[in-house]
């Protein structure tokens, strides 16, 4: 079982930076695909990004191309979400979500592609 936690939400103001993180309690996150979604409320699940076991493969949602960035972070055993340029629609609570996939090539965004996932980190973006 794939027990993940993210940290790093909180409150911003508009145009600043957030780096998100995904952590896996009991085993390192090497063989799985893994994908940050967000909820807003009264909204549904949007997918992110998501990113190959190998990390050769990244995928990113169009309303966050080229502000969102994630990486794996083979020394501490974390994928992370680098969010630059928060806009107030980026107010959500994030999720990561993870998938046993070594050797997949490429990864969805779909929430329905995923079996386990975190709790959730609050991201409020407010002046």
């Known amino acids: 079982q794939l027990q993940l936690v993210e940290s790093g939400g909180g409150l911003v103001q508009p145009g600043g930076s957030l780096r998100l993180s995904c952590a896996a309690s009991?085993?390192?996150?090497?063989?799985?695909?893994i994908g940050w979604f967000r909820q807003a409320p009264g909204n549904d699940y949007e997918g992110v990004s998501c990113?190959?076991?190998?990390?050769?493969?990244?995928n990113y949602g169009d309303s966050v191309k080229g502000r969102f960035t994630i990486s794996r972070d083979s020394a501490k055993a974390t994928v992370n979400l680098q969010i630059d340029d928060l806009k107030p629609e980026d107010t959500a609570v994030y999720y990561c979500?993870?998938?046993?996939?070594?050797?997949?090539?490429?990864?969805?965004?779909?929430?329905?592609?995923?079996?386990?996932w975190g709790q959730g980190t609050q991201v409020t973006v407010s002046s």
């Open positions: 990113i190959t076991d190998h990390g050769r493969f990244t």
């Open positions: 009991s085993v390192t996150l090497d063989s799985y695909i």
């Open positions: 979500a993870g998938n046993w996939g070594p050797t997949i090539d490429w990864c969805a965004l779909e929430k329905r592609s995923y079996n386990f």
